[in-house]
T-cell receptor, first 109, second 112 residues
Framework: GQQVMQIPQYQHVQEGEDFTTYCNSS?????IQWYKQRPGGHPVFLIQ?????EVKKQKRLTFQFGEAKKNSSLHITATQTTDVGTYFC?????????FGTGTRLTVIP | ETGVTQSPTHLIKTRGQQVTLRCSSQ?????VSWYQQALGQGPQFIFQ???????GRGNFPPRFSGLQFPNYSSELNVNALELDDSALYLC???????????FGPGTRLTVL
């Protein structure tokens, strides 16, 4: 199955600091999706990246897809307490998504 | 537009029992996937149903089975429950295979 490594596994930041999580694959990906799961909640779709070198922004969130389509990143500018949760990158399988362990973000007020 | 719903919310069973979990997909979505999420882990794909047929399966034993009905709702059945089956079971629907998935709130299963 699809193998991706997501780092870091945990990140604690002070409110207002920036945060970045990285997703690395050993194989070329057709696309990649990102999800956020709040504590006690369920995964919620954030974005899908398809094109090589693609950069997409959603307010304070910036998503990138590498030129070789083997890596992706999510950057949050000036974190807020509402950003707390686990962020998953999810490359596609034949008909499903592969989730790693994600990056658990804690924001200290 | 109604989102994905799952029932029950929580369930406690004992080892060896059988359980059925239910999912109603979002309106207009004909694809339903089931995931198992153990504590501290990411969701693991169990199987997917498309138009009432199984359309792919993850690395789960045959005692995990499912159904999809004509209205695209779905069931996950687990026989001969084991302690390691304790997890959050998530159902996700999508309008097209491979598109973004809309997750339900999950069913928290505890096996004692």
């Amino acid at each position: 199955g699809q193998q991706v490594m997501q780092i870091p596994q945990y990140q604690h930041v002070q409110e207002g600091e920036d945060f970045t999580t990285y997703c690395n694959s050993s194989t070329t990906l057709s696309n990649i999706q990102w999800y956020k799961q709040r504590p006690g909640g369920h995964p919620v779709f954030l974005i899908q990246l398809v094109k090589s070198g693609e950069v997409k922004k959603q307010k304070r969130l910036t998503f990138q897809f590498g030129e070789a389509k083997k890596n992706s990143s999510l950057h949050i500018t000036a974190t807020q307490t509402t950003d707390v949760g686990t962020y998953f990158c999810a490359p596609p399988g034949a008909n499903n998504l592969f989730f790693g362990t994600g990056t658990r973000l804690t924001v200290i007020p | 537009e109604t989102g994905v719903t799952q029932s029950p919310t929580h369930l406690i069973k004992t080892r060896g029992q059988q359980v059925t979990l239910r999912c109603s997909s979002q309106s207009g979505h004909n694809t339903v996937s089931w995931y198992q999420q153990a504590l501290g882990q990411g969701p693991q794909f169990i199987f997917q149903y498309y138009r009432e047929e199984e359309n792919g399966r993850g690395n789960f034993p045959p005692r995990f089975s499912g159904l999809q009905f004509p209205n695209y709702s779905s069931e996950l059945n687990v026989n001969a429950l084991e302690l390691d089956d304790s997890a959050l079971y998530l159902c996700a629907s999508s309008p097209v295979v491979g598109n973004e998935q809309f997750f339900g709130p999950g069913t928290r299963l505890t096996v004692l």
